[in-house]
């Protein structure tokens, strides 16, 4: 890749990143609000946000604060949606507003993702380093 095709990926990094922290404030969790789209030549092909499943209250927390277990992630959302498309996912690249967990990751990696573009690095590393193993490019920019 040429300097400037790089220039030019770097910018469109951050642009879809930034619309994916835009995405994310359509969360109803209090504790964290995580946005992600999926992107496939240069066309979004979907997006999601934390929250709970269809068909239920949009309360994600329970009364001590920590979050229900049925809480689904961002990643998730969007790999279940553009599922449900006729899209494909395949050699698409997700951009997160958090580094995805172990569970996250084992969907990006059989939904054909090729690149995860982040912005937060959560605490626990081991989704990255899963997808790293099978070859997914991962890209952190912690500045936007």
Same mark, same amino acid.
């Given at each position: 890749?040429?300097?400037?095709? *790089?220039?030019?990926?770097?910018?469109?990094?951050?642009?879809?990143?930034?619309?994916? $922290?835009?995405?994310?404030?359509?969360?109803?969790?209090?504790?964290?609000?995580?946005?992600?789209? +999926?992107?496939?030549?240069?066309?979004?092909?979907?997006?999601?946000?934390? &929250?709970?499943?269809?068909?239920?209250?949009?309360?994600?927390? @329970?009364? #001590? !604060? +920590?979050?229900?277990?049925?809480?689904?992630?961002?990643? *998730?959302?969007?790999? $279940?949606?553009?599922?449900?498309?006729?899209?494909?996912?395949? @050699?698409?690249?997700?951009?997160? $507003?958090?580094?995805?967990?172990?569970?996250?990751?084992? +969907?990006?990696?059989?939904? &054909?993702?090729?690149?995860?573009?982040?912005? @937060?690095?959560?605490?626990?590393?081991? !989704?990255? #380093?899963?997808?790293?193993?099978? &070859?997914?490019?991962?890209?952190?920019? *912690?500045?936007?």
């Amino acid at each position: 890749m040429s300097l400037m095709e *790089a220039s030019k990926q770097e910018l469109l990094d951050r642009r879809y990143l930034r619309m994916a $922290t835009i995405w994310a404030e359509n969360s109803y969790c209090v504790r964290r609000q995580v946005g992600a789209i +999926l992107v496939k030549d240069d066309m979004i092909i979907s997006d999601g946000y934390n &929250g709970t499943p269809s068909g239920m209250e949009n309360v994600c927390e @329970d009364e #001590d !604060g +920590l979050t229900k277990p049925y809480v689904l992630h961002a990643e *998730a959302n969007a790999i $279940t949606k553009v599922a449900r498309s006729n899209n494909s996912s395949q @050699d698409s690249t997700l951009y997160v $507003t958090a580094s995805p967990c172990m569970e996250c990751s084992k +969907l990006i990696i059989q939904a &054909g993702v090729k690149r995860v573009v982040f912005h @937060d690095l959560y605490r626990i590393t081991d !989704g990255l #380093d899963l997808m790293r193993q099978v &070859g997914i490019e991962i890209v952190h920019i *912690a500045d936007l």
